[in-house]
């Protein structure tokens, strides 16, 4: 089993900035993938970014390239996504979410393991 506990999200201004972390526990290995998706009011859960345990590899959503960016830190096992020039849009419940191989997937249905959810508000 895997534990997955995010934190970080709050209420910002547009182009604002935030910094969600994502702390993993359990039996979590370097072949893992960990992902950002998020979900607004009244749509479906959207894939943000993606990154492996074992690879510097990135990916992210052609949405938020150039302003968010999701990294690391292994000794910690914590992922974190920073979240740069917000905009209303963002706003939304960011989940962390882990899936038992290295290659990403941009589907929800294929990660394993998700967190309770943290709120981003990005107020105009």
């Known amino acids: 089993q895997v534990q997955l506990v995010e934190s970080g999200g709050g209420l910002v201004q547009a182009g604002g900035s935030l910094r969600l972390s994502c702390a993993a526990s359990?039996?979590?290995?370097?072949?893992?993938?960990m992902a950002w998706f998020r979900q607004a009011p009244g749509k479906e859960r959207d894939f943000v970014a993606a990154?492996?345990?074992?690879?510097?590899?990135?990916y992210r959503a052609d949405s938020v390239k150039g302003r968010f960016t999701i990294s690391r830190d292994n000794a910690k096992n914590t992922v974190f996504l920073q979240m740069n020039s917000l905009k209303p849009e963002d706003t939304a419940v960011y989940y962390c979410?882990?899936?038992?191989?290295?290659?990403?997937?941009?589907?929800?249905?294929?990660?394993?393991?998700w967190g309770q959810g943290t709120q981003v508000t990005v107020s105009s």
């Open positions: 990154i492996s345990w074992s690879s510097p590899t990135t």
């Open positions: 359990g039996r979590i290995s370097s072949s893992y993938t």
């Open positions: 979410a882990a899936k038992p191989t290295p290659r990403y997937s941009v589907s929800d249905y294929e990660y394993d393991y």
